[in-house]
């Protein structure tokens, strides 16, 4: 039996069928990851504007400060910190899965 090779059509179309679908895996991520990111920095500033709001705005308001004010704004303080380090790690992602799209772009465009 003699050796055959598929048409230089059918591994075109097998070429960019897969090189495609990394393409769009890579755009899923990346929106993925940035509407958790949109989602999660409203959230990081609603956290600041109620934990000012219970901070209150006098001087010495500190001085005199209802117990129940005061673990609301550590409360609010501790999903900051917790949400700013969200942020940080969701803006290695985008970075990250950004250098991938330009990759992809320079390697594979053509194909897709």
């Known amino acids: 039996m003699a050796f ?3 048409s230089q059509e059918r ?3 097998t070429d960019r069928e897969r090189i495609h ?3 769009q895996a890579i755009n899923a991520a990346v929106e993925s990851v940035q509407r958790e990111k949109d989602a999660l920095h409203a959230r990081v500033d609603e956290a600041r504007d109620l934990a000012a709001l219970a901070a209150g705005t006098d001087v010495d ?3 005199y400060r209802d117990p129940k004010d005061l ?3 550590r409360d609010h303080e501790r999903q900051m ?3 700013d380090r969200r942020l940080k790690e969701l803006q290695r992602q985008l970075e990250g899965l ?8 320079q390697f594979f ?4």
């Open 11 to 13: 591994d075109a179309k």
């Open 4 to 6: 055959q090779v598929r």
């Open 71 to 73: 673990t609301r704004v």
């Open 109 to 112: 465009d053509k194909l897709d």
């Open 81 to 83: 910190v917790q949400g």
């Open 61 to 63: 308001e500190y001085l």
């Open 21 to 23: 679908s990394l393409g």
């Open 98 to 105: 950004g250098k991938l799209q330009e990759v992809y772009a």
